[in-house]
Nanobody, 122 residues
């Protein structure tokens, strides 16, 4: 089992920045692709970004491209999401996920964190 714990969420004004962290424990971090998803109230979970196990493949949804950066530090078993130029529409609960391969589909990931709230005010 891989246990994921997100942190770094909070409230920020539009245009501000926030960095989310996801710490993994249990099985080794290296073999897993990691992804970030988000879910706004009354909306389905939405893909944000993925990163392959050694960061060779990175992909973002268009709405966050050039604003968000996903990275990982395998020595620390941690994946990050640096969020800049935040907009009110970025408000959501953000989840990290781990799976055998990088993918945009949430149902293909095996392990999930508990989520961290990000609120962006105007």
């Amino acid at each position: 089992q891989v246990h994921l714990v997100e942190s770094g969420g909070g409230s920020v004004q539009a245009g501000g920045s926030l960095r989310l962290s996801c710490a993994a424990s249990g099985r080794t971090f290296g073999p897993y692709a990691m992804a970030w998803f988000r879910q706004a109230p009354d909306k389905e979970r939405e893909f944000v970004a993925f990163i392959s196990q050694f960061a060779g493949r990175i992909y973002y949804t268009d709405s966050v491209k050039d604003r968000f950066t996903i990275s990982r530090d395998n020595a620390k078993n941690t994946v990050y999401l640096q969020m800049n130029s935040l907009k009110p529409e970025d408000t959501a609960v953000y989840y990290c996920a781990a799976g055998p391969n990088p993918d945009v589909h949430d149902f293909l990931y095996n392990y999930w964190g508990q989520g961290t709230q990000v609120t962006v005010s105007s």
